[in-house]
């Protein structure tokens, strides 16, 4: 026993035990926690008990019991449910006998003894009452607008069945008065939030509204969700929702979430939408996974009922999917990430259905595939929150990109993952068109503190007799020698000086921008203001008359460097060889290009844009045909 006898003596004993075998422990921990298998014969998932990222709850089904070895909870169905929904042991009980469809004895009390059953019982029986006595009303000439309102919408009468919908009639307490009637006090009605004081005595909460009933995981009736339908309507807001109450907690409640849960679980995806129209219109659509939060913000506390529904093996994996129906609504959502802990932001995606549509509009405009797309066609937050204020720059112009990059460098600094900020760093630099994606990401990881050495790129050493403080402040970084990114660049500028004639008019015809690195476009500009390499100087002369156009410091040290450093071929250096390097540096330029056009092409869109999307496609297709060409040169000697 887990428990003291003292506490179970109000029910027979054999009651209880048929409570406990009766129930199987997986099946009551599944409807709450998703649960895998452990070897020799356990289950295992995410503790609900406490906050875990890999699962430490195990469940025996043979044994009948539970145990967390992270925070020690433990015991069997009875104390799980104790635990999980607050209650106290009778009512956890009594919750697992109605389960199962058995009638309790209570001893030393008689029939009356039932009456004072737990408080939470009676509080989920008096709200089952009060949705059936809603829905009963939603049939009635009285409930025209809001049927009317539903099928205007899209919903038919199996829909508002699927859901529970219901209406509360005019009059000032015909629920209360119901309620009372079926055998509830009014005191539990209070408690229950159904009715409150008015200046005549008790009245109704909701009157002549379209009512949706708010389950918890379980599928038990904890509260009510109420839309305004008339004008003359007193209540000015549009949604009235139950006040909290000790089964209600806004928090902790979705709505959908009793319906969606298993699809959860199984496709590991949770759509979140505003409303509950929306998650009628998704459902029927064929997204069986929405939920929305009633009467509050999403928060916390509901990630973490998602999160212990999609827990998989070791790993949450799990797709986190908000809907907006405004770019503005979903891009200020977005930004609030950046200053969360951002835990599960790896995982969270945006998807802003078009014109402002909420998934219920998008339904009736488009069709059920429309939902379905919106769905499919979601963005990563990060992503979404960082090209959502792209978009208020012209890209297409320098001074654009360079105002664009000074708004989202500092954004793209905030995450704190270092792998995803580095990765989206590279991915800003794409979408705003920047060529020098190492700038970018050096430009980030400054703005974040972290240590710089973005594509192998280091500080030139200060020159004999001059401090770190002192250099001059146009002295180039340094190139590494060793980054694989800059080999052909630097390999091509070495043939260009120590083998000109090889190199030849090929070379000299390569633009600036053929080169990344600020100090080898340095070394390249020199040559060609020496002449280049059809100027008939060759060795020493050719290097004394570069480095008379050296700008930098830096530029004029690499000169004697690259003029004497070995060429990697490995045979003989010869014009297969040279050629073969010159190619894969156009290759690379050639590469860049295109990762421009396809910037600019996901820029555009193909209906509203179409004759210049049409256009850039066409380049596109030419580029990669002529990239392909020169990947195949460079590999005839080049590897």
Same mark, same amino acid.
């Given at each position: ?64 019991? &539970? ?102 009639? !005019? ?77 209600? @907690?806004?928090? #902790? ?5 009793? =319906? ?63 809907? &907006? ?21 790896? #995982? ?17 405009? @488009? ?36 105002? !664009? ?8 600094? =905030? ?78 500028? @070495?043939?260009?000086? =120590? ?41 020493? !002369? ?40 010159? !190619? ?8 860049? =290009?295109?990762?421009?056009? @396809? ?41």
């Amino acid at each position: 026993m887990f428990y003291s006898g003292a506490v179970a003596g109000r029910i027979r004993e054999s009651d209880i035990a048929q409570v406990r075998d009766r129930n199987r422990i997986d099946e009551v921990v599944g409807e709450y926690v998703a649960l895998r298998r452990a070897g020799g014969g356990a289950l295992k998932g995410l503790c609900p008990f406490h906050e875990e990222k890999t699962p430490s709850f195990n469940v025996r089904p043979t044994h009948g019991t &539970f145990h967390c070895f992270g925070c020690g909870e433990g015991g069997d169905v009875i104390k799980f449910v104790m635990q999980i929904e607050h209650l106290g042991f009778v009512e956890s009980v009594e919750r697992l006998a109605d389960r199962i469809g058995l009638h309790l004895t209570y001893e030393g009390g008689g029939a009356s003894v039932r009456r004072d059953r737990g408080s939470r019982l009676r509080l989920v029986e008096a709200h089952k009452a009060a949705q059936a006595f809603y829905a009963e009303q939603l049939m009635t000439p009285e409930a025209e607008a809001a049927r009317t309102f539903l099928t205007e919408r899209g919903f038919d009468q199996a829909a508002w069945t699927t859901f529970g919908c219901g209406f509360a009639p !005019a009059g000032w307490d015909r629920l209360t008065k119901h309620l009372i009637r079926s055998g509830f006090e009014l005191s539990e009605l209070y408690k229950a939030q159904l009715s409150k004081e008015g200046r005549r005595g008790p009245i109704d909460r909701f009157h002549r509204r379209l009512v949706w009933p708010i389950k918890d995981r379980g599928g038990d009736v904890v509260g009510f969700g109420a839309r305004r339908l008339f004008d003359d309507d007193p209540i000015q807001a549009k949604y009235l929702n139950t006040s909290e109450s000790p089964i209600y @907690k806004k928090s #902790q409640v979705l709505f959908g979430l009793d =319906q969606a849960k298993r699809e959860i679980s199984r496709r590991h995806q949770v759509v979140v939408v505003e409303g509950y129209t929306d998650v009628m219109a998704m459902h029927e659509a064929g997204v069986p996974t929405a939920v929305a939060s009633s009467g509050t913000a999403f928060g916390e506390e509901h990630m973490r009922v998602l999160r212990q529904i999609m827990m998989d093996d070791d790993t949450f994996r799990g797709e986190v999917i908000f809907t &907006f129906d405004g770019d503005a609504a979903g891009q200020k959502a977005a930004l609030k990430a950046f200053e969360g802990d951002q835990t599960f932001a790896g #995982q969270t995606y945006i998807a802003v259905a078009p014109d402002g549509m909420d998934p219920c509009e998008l339904r009736l405009a @488009k069709g059920d595939a429309a939902v379905r797309d919106l769905v499919a066609r979601r963005i990563p937050l990060f992503e979404f929150a960082i090209r959502s204020l792209l978009s208020d720059y012209d890209l297409d112009s320098v001074d654009g990109q360079v105002a !664009a990059l000074q708004r989202t460098v500092p954004l793209v600094a =905030q995450i704190k993952d270092r792998a995803k900020r580095d990765g989206y760093a590279t991915k800003l630099a794409w979408w705003v068109g920047w060529q020098d994606e190492a700038m970018v990401v050096r430009r980030v990881r400054e703005s974040a503190g972290a240590p710089v050495k973005a594509n192998g790129v280091r500080r030139a050493p200060a020159r004999s007799g001059e401090s770190s403080g002192g250099r001059r402040p146009t002295q180039l970084e340094r190139p590494d020698p060793r980054n694989p990114d800059l080999r052909a660049q630097r390999e091509s500028l @070495k043939a260009a000086l =120590q083998e000109p004639a090889l190199a030849g008019p090929e070379y000299d015809a390569l633009p600036e921008d053929a080169f990344v690195h600020p100090a080898y476009v340095g070394v390249h500009r020199a040559i060609l203001k020496a002449g280049g390499t059809t100027s008939g100087l060759t060795g020493p !002369a050719l290097i004394e008359a570069a480095a008379s156009h050296a700008e930098d410091p830096t530029v004029a040290s690499l000169l004697s460097e690259l003029a004497v450093e070995p060429l990697k071929s490995t045979g003989d250096t010869d014009v297969r060889y040279v050629s073969s390097v010159l !190619a894969a540096v156009q290759e690379n330029l050639v590469g860049r =290009q295109i990762g421009e056009l @396809k910037s600019r092409l996901q820029r555009l869109s193909p209906v509203d844009a179409a004759e210049e999307y049409r256009a850039l496609f066409g380049d596109l297709v030419a580029l990669e045909q002529y990239r392909k060409a020169l990947r195949e040169q460079a590999m005839g000697g080049w590897d």
